[in-house]
Structure formats: C-alpha cells, structure tokens
C-alpha cells in the first residue's frame, strides 16, 4: 500500500521580484528555497523575469534556467501557480486569462486565506509614485552613514582642491533615506484605499523590494520582497498565518551548523 504524501510545508508561497536575466538576481538562492520548501499553491507576484534587461542582452547562467524548470516541475506534482504580470514583465499582460503549462497568468487574484480572510494578490506597480526609491533602503543603514562620513574627508578635500564649497555626501544620503520612507509610505497607503475598495482584508504585492508584514489600519499588508539582496518570500501556514520567510537567514543558519560540526567532532576527539 503506498503511503500517503506528507503535507506541504506551506498552504501558499508568494514570490516576486527575481529578475531573472538579470546580474544580481539570487536565482541560486531561489533555486535552493524552492527544493527546500514546498506548498499547495504558488504565488508569483511579478518580475519574474526580467525583460528589461533581456532586451538589451540578458545574464542568463544555467540557474535562472533552473529555475523555471523547478517552477514547471511543481506544476506537474500538482501544485498551483499562478503568475501575476509587473512592471519588467509587463509583456506578459496581453495574456492575463490564459493557461500556459498549468501555470494560471492573471493580471491580479483574490486569494482566500485559511482563516477565511480574502488578501488582494497584485504586483503593485500601478501605485507607485517613484519606482526606484526603495532600493536606498537596501544600502543605507547606520553603517552606511558611517562609511558617508568617513567619505566626506577626501570627497570635500578634492571639492576644495576644484575650488568648490563644502558638500556633505552624508546629509545627501540620509535626506534620500527620508524621501525612501516617505514614498514607500504614500505606496503602502494607496495599496491599502484599494485593498478597502475591493472589499478585502488583506493585500500582497511585491514591487518595491522590501518585504512587510504588517496592519495598515484594518487591511493587513504583506510584501514579498525581492531575490536581487534580501531573498525573501511570503508563506501562509496551513493554519492561515502568514510570515516574512527569510532565506538568506536559512542559509547563513544552515552554514553556521556545518562549521560547527567539524568543531565539535574535534573537542569529542
């Protein structure tokens, strides 16, 4: 008699923003969260691939390959992928209603949560004011501010050198920093008036690169984030909570265990 087939370790998986074709694009990483973590239906919320780059000569390295095979994979072991168009996909627009290799394109979905609470599923796109602002974030940090001041030494000496005034590189950035939060602000506002105009309780989308899980008002707000720097996705457990899955956390956790292993194995010895 065969034995039935463990349960998924997810309900749902939603992932956006790999960009594919792209130099930066953590398609490795990807790959091992794919092999690693599995569920009933999957989410791709977007910038998939990205066609921006591929036309104007892409990075394509077996992983990113990889990839899709893994994705048409889960596909024919049963689970459920639908494919939500973004911006660097857009292309991909003109086919919303259609079925291509078991994968569902639509242009956004309604998902209806464990806990019976229906989420707006979108990329985000449509509601973003300043597209590239969020990528600040990624890079400033108090680090960074640090490293600016640093910076300002040398840069202000050669300003002078031109015979320039001073300039601070620091104030520049943190000022970016500022505008980042705001405008991320004013997206995650305008996703949630939409959200309340579907009548949901909920929203995912992904877009800005930054991943959240928190309540804007009543409307709970969930971003994917991205697999160009932070490798994160959004997974709803069987039980209807949702979680911000840290993939680089998994892999940095998993490497720390194998160093330690040898170590231990010697104090043994």
Known sequence: MTEPSAQPDYRTI???????????????????????????????VGDIVDFWKVQRGPHWPQSHNDVLQK?????????????????????LRDYCGLNFGGIEIRRDAIHEGANGKKYLVLHGDEFDVVVRYARWLAFLGDRSYDVALALNIPLNF????????HWSLAQYLKLKVKSAVKFIGEYEEALSHEAKRRGVEGLIC????????RMLGTIHYLNCGDWVESCTAIGERHDGTFEIIDWKAVMAARSARKLALPRALERVA
Do not use: C, W
């Open 71 to 91: 994705l048409l994979r889960k596909t024919r072991k049963g689970s459920r992928m639908i494919f939500i168009p973004g911006n660097h996909d857009d292309g």
């Open 14 to 44: 939603f992932i956006s923003d790999v960009h594919l074709g792209m130099r930066s694009s953590q398609a490795s990483a990807l790959l091992d969260f794919l092999k690693e973590r599995d569920a009933e239906t999957y989410y791709l």
């Open 206 to 213: 992904g877009h800005i690169h930054h991943a959240n899980n």
């Open 158 to 165: 050669a300003r002078r050198l031109f015979g320039f005034d």
